[in-house]
C-alpha cells in the first residue's frame, strides 16, 4: 500500500487531505510541524510527502532542504503563497509539484497518481527485472514467469498487466484500459476487456486470488 506523508498545521485542511487519501486506499501519516515530518521521515517509509510551507518548528522550506540531500521521494508542496517566485524557488529546490490553497480535492488526487507514476517509472528505467510476489517480469526480453514457469501473454495482455503494476492500487475503467493498451479512442469495448482481463487472470492462475480485482461498476485494479 502507498503511503503518504501529510505536513500540514491546519487541523481542518489535515483532515480532509487524510480522509480524501484513505477513502481512495492510500495509507497516510500525520505531521503537525516541520520537526515532526522530519522525524517521521527519518523513522518510517513513505511514497510521497504533502508538504505545507508554513510550519511550527522547522517550516517546509529548510524542511526540503534537509532531505534532498538524501531522497528522491516525490514532494508535493500545498501553499497559500501563491507568488510565482515562491514557485520557482521551490519547484527548482526540488519540489516535484506546487498546488496553492484552496485547492480541490480531485486535482490534489490526480497530481498524486502523477507523481508516484513518474516515481515508479524512474525507479523501473534501471531496471531490467520486475519481481511481484510471484509474478516477475524480464523487461528486455518482455518474459512473464509464474513460480519460475514461462507464461505467454500476448502483446495485449502483456500491455495490460504492466499497465496494473505501473499504477499500484489505482482504479483502472476499462475505457482508462482501452485508451492506455491499445492508443485510440475508446468506443463500446467492454467485451473485449473483460476477455483480455479473463484471459490474463486465467494465464496467471489468478482467478482465486486478489491481484486483479473487479471493483463494481468502474473497471479494475492490480490490489
Do not use: C
Amino acid at each position: 500500500m502507498v503511503t503518504i506523508l501529510i505536513m500540514e498545521d491546519d487541523m481542518a485542511i489535515h483532515s480532509l487531505i487524510k480522509e480524501a487519501l484513505e477513502l481512495n486506499g492510500f495509507k497516510t501519516l500525520s505531521a503537525y510541524s516541520g520537526t515532526e515530518g522530519k522525524l517521521l521521515f527519518e523513522q518510517a517509509q513513505m511514497d510521497l510527502i504533502l508538504l505545507d510551507l508554513m510550519l511550527p518548528g522547522m517550516n517546509g522550506e529548510e524542511f526540503l532542504q534537509q532531505i534532498r540531500h538524501n531522497t528522491n521521494i516525490p514532494v508535493i508542496v500545498i501553499s497559500a503563497k501563491n507568488d510565482q517566485d515562491t514557485k520557482l524557488e521551490l519547484l527548482t529546490s526540488g519540489a516535484d509539484d506546487y498546488m496553492t490553497k484552496p485547492f480541490d480535492v480531485k486535482e490534489l488526487l490526480a497530481r498524486i497518481h502523477i507523481q508516484l507514476r513518474h516515481a515508479i517509472k524512474d525507479s523501473w528505467d534501471n531496471k531490467k527485472e520486475i519481481q511481484y510476489k510471484n509474478i516477475s517480469i524480464d523487461l528486455e526480453t518482455r518474459e512473464v514467469t509464474l513460480n519460475d514457469q514461462v507464461i505467454h501473454l500476448t502483446g495485449r495482455e502483456y500491455a495490460i498487466l504492466l499497465l496494473f503494476l505501473e499504477n499500484p492500487q489505482k482504479v483502472f475503467s476499462r475505457a482508462n484500459i482501452y485508451e492506455s493498451v491499445w492508443n485510440e479512442p475508446y468506443f463500446d469495448s467492454d467485451k473485449t476487456i473483460n476477455m483480455h482481463i479473463s484471459n490474463l487472470r486465467n494465464k496467471l492462475n489468478l482467478r482465486d486470488t486478489h491481484y486483479i480485482k473487479t471493483i463494481w461498476g468502474i473497471g479494475f485494479k492490480f490490489d
